[in-house]
Structures are given as C-alpha cells and as structure tokens.
Nanobody, 123 residues
Framework: QVQLVESGGGLVQAGGSLRLSCAAS????????MGWFRQAPGKEREFVAI????????YYTDSVKGRFTVSRDNAENALYLQMSSLKPEDTAVYYC????????????????WGQGTQVTVSS
C-alpha cells in the first residue's frame, strides 16, 4: 500500500513563505503522477498543483500561479510545494496525492492521499 506523509505546514504571516514536503513509500515513486490539493474551511477540496511523473510538466490552479512551485525528486521519493507571497486565502489543509494508475500527469481524483498538513496565513 502506498503511504504519503506531508510536512512543513505551519503558521505564517501574509507575504511569507513555506515549503511543504511529501515523502512517499510503498511503490516506485517515479511511477506516480503526483500533486497537491487543499481544503479550506467551508470549501471543497481543490487542486493546487500537479506534476508529471518525470517532473517535466506541471500545472497550477489560477489562484497560485506565479507564487507556488511544485517539484519532485524521484531519487529521494519526495514531492515539494514551495509557497511564496502567501495570502490569508491560502489558509487550508494541504494534501499530497498520488495515482500510480494515472497517465504521465494526474487527471481526475488521485488514488492515494496523505493525512494533510495545516497551513495558516495571518493578515
């Protein structure tokens, strides 16, 4: 079974930065299309960023474009989300997700999810 563990969340002031990490185990990391999702209070879980299996292609939701960067290190079985210029509306629980059965990049609902890490941005 695939396990995903997020870390790096915390409390930060608006304009600050955080780097989220996701450690994966259970299957070959390089075979996973992966991404980050978030769920804010009272809102649906939403796509934040996805990255292809080889790291060559990534997509972002419009609200984070230019501020967030997703990356992966397949040799270390790790996924990252560098977040800068954080805004209060970025406050949410952030989830790492993976889908071994997906194509080169995630589409639809991923198969595996981490437990989430809380990001709180104060104004």
């Amino acid at each position: 079974q695939v396990q995903l563990v997020e870390s790096g969340g915390g409390l930060v002031q608006a304009g600050g930065s955080l780097r989220l990490s996701c450690a994966a185990s259970g299957r070959t990391f390089s075979s996973f299309a992966m991404g980050w999702f978030r769920q804010a209070p009272g809102k649906e879980r939403e796509f934040v960023a996805i990255i292809s299996r080889n790291g060559g292609t990534s997509y972002y939701t419009d609200s984070v474009k230019g501020r967030f960067t997703v990356s992966r290190d397949n040799a270390e079985n790790a996924l990252y989300l560098q977040m800068s210029s954080l805004k209060p509306e970025d406050t949410a629980v952030y989830y790492c997700a993976a889908d071994p059965s997906a194509g080169p990049i995630l589409g639809g609902t991923p198969t595996y999810w981490g437990q989430g890490t809380q990001v709180t941005v104060s104004s």
